[in-house]
């Protein structure tokens, strides 16, 4: 009889058991109440940008190389110009315009890494405050503006002053 009663328990705390994990199983199984919808923010990069005190600061700095390198190529022509002036012959016309070129393609290079470089420290900082903002506004998704037809919250202006924050020398009042 004991091991009867033994053998009941056991069964009785299977059941009981069994009944706990068909219920987890349904309830994992039951629809789950829906999640609030996503909020959509939109900003307007090229206004950003434009705004962007270091974004015009690394514009007029990527000019300046530039007009270097164009006035590289000036020279250059300048002095290959002179060479057949001087009815030099043509082996050395043709190792002077090579070292020319050789000396233009370099420097071409370097402001092509500049100028990558430095668009991507921009588009760091741009997407940076664009996240931060997003993140005050409590928005899940950022979509660029002119693709949004209706709807969403505007954050440019806030990604905007957060951009001037940034770059205002301290103890400067922004706008």
């Known amino acids: 009889m004991r091991y009867l009663h033994l053998g009941l328990a056991f069964v009785t705390s299977a059941v009981i058991i069994g009944s706990s994990v068909s219920q987890t199983l ?3 199984q039951a629809p789950q109440a829906p999640k609030p919808q996503s909020t959509i923010g939109l900003v307007d990069r090229d206004k950003v940008v434009l705004a962007y005190p270091r974004a015009e600061q690394l514009a007029k700095e990527l000019k300046r190389e530039e007009d270097r390198v164009h006035k590289m190529i000036e020279d250059g022509n300048k002095q290959l110009e002179e060479a ?10 043709e190792g002077l315009q090579r070292r020319l070129q050789e000396q233009i ?7 092509q890494s500049k100028a990558q470089s430095l ?6 900082e741009v997407n940076a405050a664009i996240k931060a903002e997003a993140a005050a506004k409590r928005v899940d998704i950022v979509l660029w503006k002119p693709v949004v037809f209706m709807g969403g919250v505007d954050l440019t202006e806030g990604v905007m002053k957060r951009l001037q924050v940034a770059t205002a020398p301290t103890g400067a009042k922004v706008k």
């Open 84 to 93: 057949k002036a001087a009815k030099k012959p043509p082996a050395d016309l």
């Open 105 to 111: 393609d370099g420097e071409v290079k370097k402001v």
């Open 119 to 124: 668009e991507s420290q921009l588009e760091s």
């Open 26 to 28: 349904a309830q994992a």
